[in-house]
Every structure is written in C-alpha cells, then in structure tokens.
C-alpha cells in the first residue's frame, strides 16, 4: 500500500491558538509521525490580554498531560467558578452564571422545576444558594474536589484565568521539547499549485521558504492563508452582536483574587474583569456606532480597581465567522476561524475545539472532500449555538436608557433562540440540542438571571408534595451552604497550591505573621 499520510505540517502564527494547536500535535502524533513548523513574527505580536476559560479547558490539559499547578503558577493565573453580571437585565442588578449544575435533579426531574415551583409560591430564596459556584464566589473561596462522599465538595467544576502571552510562551515551551520547529520570520508570499489550488509553501522575509502537507492558519483576524490566499469569504453577525470594538488595559491587582469573571453591561457594551495573581486584565467591548473610542476608553478608565500597567490598546474586531474553516489542505483555528465576543469566555474553547475536531477527523495527503465537509458543518453549528447564548444576553433586558440598548431589546433574532425564549416561557424548561456547549444550567441562569420569568413551571414537578420539595431543596441549601463554610479563600488556595512569585512573595510572609 501507498503511504499517503501526512508527513510535515506548518502552523502559520503562534498566541494561544498556534501553540496550542503545536502542543496538541505534538503530544499525539509526535515528531516521528510528521515534522511540526511553527512560524511567528515577533513582529506582528499577538492580542494577548488576560483571558478567561471554561471547565472543559482542564480536558485540554489533561490530554496534553500537563500539571495543573504547574500551568497555573507559570501562567500567574486563577482558578474561576463562573460569571458573575452586572447591570445587564437592568440597571442595579447582578447575577451570577456558575460552572456545574443547581442542586440536584430528583425523581428524575430537573431541579430547576422544583426550584420554580417553590419559587412561585414564594417559599425560594436566590437560585444561587443551591449553587456551591455562585456560593463561594460570594466570598472569594475556592478548592478543588475532595472526596468527601455525596457532599458539593466532591463535584466542584471550575475554569481559568490566566495569562494569554505567558500561556503561550508555557506552550511553546513544552512543544519544542516534544521536537515542534519554531521559524522567526514574516510571511511575505504564500504558493499555490496550479493544479488544484492547494497551498504548496510559504516564503518568509528573508526568503526561507516552507513547504508542508498541510497548513494550520493561526495568523489572527487577517487569516492570511484561509482568506487572503484562498478567498474564503466571510459571514458577518453585527446585526445581531453590534459590538466591533474592545479597548484593554492591565492595571494593579487589589487585596483579594475573586474566583470569578465579571461581566458588566456599560452604556454601549459591557466590560470584563479577570483576576490574575499579578495584575487584573480588564476591556470594554462596544460599538464605535454608539460610542466614540475616546468615551470607551475614558468609561473603562474611570472604572479600574487600580492603576493602570499600560497605556489602553484598541482592538476593532467583526463577529463572525469564515464560510468555510477548513479549504483544501488549510484548516483555520482560532481568531482566523471566526470572532465571538469574550461574554461567554468561548475564545479558547473555539480553539480547542477546532483542534480536537480535527484530530478526530485528521487527514492524509488525499484530503477526503466527506471529512472536510463534516468538520465545516459541525465548527459552523457551534458557532451559532454559541451565538445564540451570546445573543441572549442582549436581547433579554429591561434597559431603556441608551440608543444602544434599545436597539438590542428590540432587535430580531435567530428563530432557534425564539424557540429557546418561547419554550422558557411556558414552564421554564431549557433543553440541550445535540453537543451544544452550553448546558440546560447555563440557559437557565442567563434567562432568569436577566429577568425572564415563565407563565408556570414543569408540571412533573408536582410528583412531591409541596412541603416534601422544600424539605428536601432545604437539605441541599444547606449542604451547600455548610461547604462553602469549609473552603478556603481563593487567594489562600492559590498562595498554597500554585503561586507565582509575586503572590507568594507578597502573600506567604503575611499568612506567617497570621
């Protein structure tokens, strides 16, 4: 038999997506399977803000075998329990949405019918007290699962904070030791065979030239070979997520690390907070159709925790995404691929899930047109499921109080997220369509938390008596309550477990002297 696999590969661009995409290479195939080239520029720099993740990330990193502490220490990251946000339904309210599930389903029912009921009846106190996320993250504590039996304390899901350009230093550190080939140098010219279009090499500045099998296009926004070269064309969503615009400055950590991101809607947009242990990475994502970038970056400015570490950078951005991910013998990944706003923290997630994608549909040099075809529909049906939730949050308010709110409110939207509204609204039921990324929970806490509230609730629910529900939703309360009691606080844990040198430096002297 012919041996038509796929012998070298060239990741063009590094950030989170080419070292990720490198390390995962890596680490299944190895050097012996095909050579790996990473090329990069410093030139050209990467977005590299603090970024912020969500549980299946630690999946990543198992794979990659990678030492949790270690990766958190090195990265100067943070452990993180959910999204907490600010002024979205309504100006003045906060809500929170955790990692991991409310409470838990009896008789074979969700727990949020049993919640509503009681809810209804006025017998429920905040939908947060059946969450240990939400719970702790009241109090900036954090710990990992222990066993500790059929206690919350055995189930605790969680994401990241960290670092975007230590991250990426971290991966390509671990990379090359696994035999990845890292080029400095900036692209200058892509070839193209006559024949059949595919990508053939890319020639640097210098005029090293690359040839590969196959091509990963990490270039960024611009998507050199994906767009640039091969004309993939692009769908644009900004009827739907008005956004364009992101402004982001680090400024200096305060005395506790909340175990959280924090998302607060501003008069045209909305601002993240992510907690390193060094430093807060903070944005404020807008519409420059509503807002000048002067007025951003002064709104952004005047809401720092502390001082600013650098001076504020512009990032114009269009939510989106390629018609098609992966053309003949080049597979985009990450911002190449598409832009979703950082609301949901889905950045990295896109990536990883690109990656893994195409490892379970890895090609040889034959590039099955089947396998190409699958990959595109399934990355697509992602990213208008993520979307979806995305625009929920827009749409879902009360707010009156700027031309940009009341463009949201009022705006059309995609006819699955109306089916997800209108099924919510009748018995407040959230269903899961296929493997969509977000859960019945995550519906279900961004729906309420902005204020939609159903007619009724599951009527299956009715199966306990009304008083045997609040006994039992009052157990688990209380089971959560008492191990959020237990934990220790987020920065303790960190202190103890994975601190960079800073925070052990400034923190560890202190808890002595305690």
Known sequence: MTDNRIRSIAIIGGGSAGWMTAATLARLLGPSYASITLVESDEIGI??????????MATFNRMLGIDEDE??????????LGIQFVNWGRQGHV?????????????GVSFHAFWLRLHQAGLASSIDDWSLQATASKRDK???QIDAGNSPLSNIAYAYHFDAGLYARYLRRFSEQRGVVRQEGKVVDVSVRGEDGFIEAVTLQDGRRIEADLFIDCSGFRGLLIEQTLKTGYVEWSHWLPCNRAVAVPCESVQDIAPYTRSTARKAGWQWRIPLQHRIGNGHVFSSHY????EAIDTLMSNLDGRPLAEPRIVPFQTGHRRKFWVKNCVAIGLASGFMEPLESTSIWLIQSGISRLMAMFPDRSFAPPDIERYNRVLLGEYEQIRDFLILHYKATERDDSPFWDYCRNMEIPEG????????????????????????????AVMHGQGMRPRGYDPVADILSLE????????IRG????????????????????????????YLPVARRA
């Open 47 to 56: 977005i590299g803000v603090g970024e912020a993740t969500i549980p299946q």
């Open 468 to 475: 045997e529900t609040k006994a039992r939703l009052d157990h």
């Open 71 to 80: 990766f958190v220490r090195e990265t100067k990251g943070s452990f993180k």
């Open 142 to 144: 954090f710990m990992r």
């Open 291 to 294: 807002i000048s970038d002067e």
């Open 479 to 506: 089971a959560v309550m008492k191990s959020a009691d237990y934990m220790p606080s987020h920065k303790e844990y960190l202190a103890r477990h994975c601190a960079s040198e800073e925070l052990a430096a400034a």
């Open 95 to 107: 809500y929170f949405h955790p990692f991991g599930g409310y409470g838990l389903n009896m008789e």
């Open 417 to 444: 997220l109306q089916e997800k509204i209108r099924i919510f609204e009748s018995y407040g039921r959230n269903f899961r369509e296929n493997e969509e990324l977000f859960n019945d929970t995550s519906w279900f």
